[in-house]
């Protein structure tokens, strides 16, 4: 990972990835695995189908290195990159099937104690209210609150300053708040230490 | 990487809007160093290890074009040299000779022994200059018999 203790840039070994160096690919699939994932989480509702677009990503990204401009930022462009797998993958979802996303989830499958109906409940309507926000307001969020990036981190990843990743996140959690505004008192019960 | 948990330098300060509960948010991805990302990872490498190598075969071209490309520019210079050798050599064996007989006629001037020296001939002078006087001479009196244009009609 490091060479005489500095550690090698992602650009450095991007170059090295464009000319043969396997080692150089590997070293950056382990260091964006989790941030592929998250970006891409942003998009994709299901589990299985952030694994299956993660895994186009790094493959899209192979086969596009030679595209790669290695005097830009390498995050941005792999985002980008991850972001039209995400993308793609919602377009084959969408032909492959015209079934909406369940709406209740959980829910659905049978009766549950009251607070967890109401939770489960609480959640399928951010999970809707998450899909109705702005492509980089729902990804800010969804780094910085539920994946506990850093504004700093995830605006190298997503090549904007941190100071707007904040602005989005904020503007993200307004708006979901009032989406939410008729479960104010559960969420004044459930304000932990975390807050 | 950073941990699993909300970001405390996104904690507001008086306007910003604070965080909703936890366990309203979808599930965050695993933290880092989680098994899960091991096998991850692998998975992915063998993928690319597959794209990798079926990448290599479709760019790869048989050796022998591979000898022609790397050859064809070698062989275009080596016959641009044989070519200009040759062409050289041709200049170098003719014309120096032509340009001096050429020169030595120009700088002769009328002199009947420099006239014959061009042609490889040391020439007494005085053969030389009645010689040269002789086929004057001889050249007149061809011109004398032959007969006018105009006294034909």
Same mark, same amino acid.
């Given at each position: ?26 070293? !950056? ?65 969408? !032909? ?33 209210? !998450? ?30 300053? +941190? ?25 004044? +019960? ?6 | ?153």
């Amino acid at each position: 990972m490091a060479e005489g203790g500095e550690p090698v840039s992602d650009e450095t070994l991007a170059q090295r990835v464009q000319r043969g160096d396997r080692a150089a690919l590997e070293q !950056l699939v382990r260091r964006y695995i989790r941030p592929v994932h998250a970006v891409i989480a942003s998009f994709l509702p299901e589990p299985s189908q952030v694994d299956d677009a993660a895994q186009e990503t790094f493959l899209r990204m192979l086969r596009a290195i030679h595209t790669y401009d290695t005097r830009r930022p390498f995050a941005p462009w792999l985002y980008q990159v991850a972001r039209n797998a995400a993308r793609s993958q919602i377009a084959a979802e969408s !032909l492959r099937s015209t079934e909406p996303f369940p709406a209740d989830g959980p829910a659905a499958t049978g009766p549950l104690p009251d607070v967890a109906a109401e939770r489960s409940e609480i959640r399928a309507r951010v999970a809707r209210a !998450l899909e109705a926000l702005p492509e980089q307001r729902r990804v800010a969020f969804r780094l910085v609150d539920v994946d506990g990036m850093g504004a700093a981190e995830a605006g190298r990843i997503m090549g904007i300053s +941190d100071g707007t990743v904040r602005a989005h996140v904020h503007h993200a959690r307004k708006q979901l708040r009032e989406a939410l505004a008729e479960y104010a008192n559960v969420m004044d +019960d459930e304000r932990g230490p975390a807050t | 990487m950073t941990e699993h948990r909300p970001d405390s330098s996104t904690a507001p300060d008086a306007p910003y809007a604070e965080p909703l509960p936890r366990e309203w948010l979808p599930e965050g991805v695993a933290p880092e160093g989680d098994a899960v990302w091991e096998a991850r990872a692998a998975r992915i490498l063998l993928l690319t290890e597959h794209a990798w190598t079926a990448e290599a075969r479709r760019t790869a071209t048989p050796w022998l074009m591979e000898l022609g490309r790397w050859l064809s520019p070698a062989a275009l210079l080596a016959a641009s040299a044989a070519a200009l050798l040759l062409s050289a050599g041709n200049q170098a064996s003719s014309t120096p000779q032509e340009d001096a007989a050429a020169l030595s006629l120009i700088t002769a001037d009328g002199d009947p022994v420099a006239l014959w020296a061009t042609l490889g001939v040391t020439a007494d002078p005085v053969l030389a200059l009645l010689t040269l006087e002789d086929h004057t001479a001889w050249t007149s009196r061809v011109d004398a018999a032959r007969p006018a244009t105009g006294e034909r009609r």
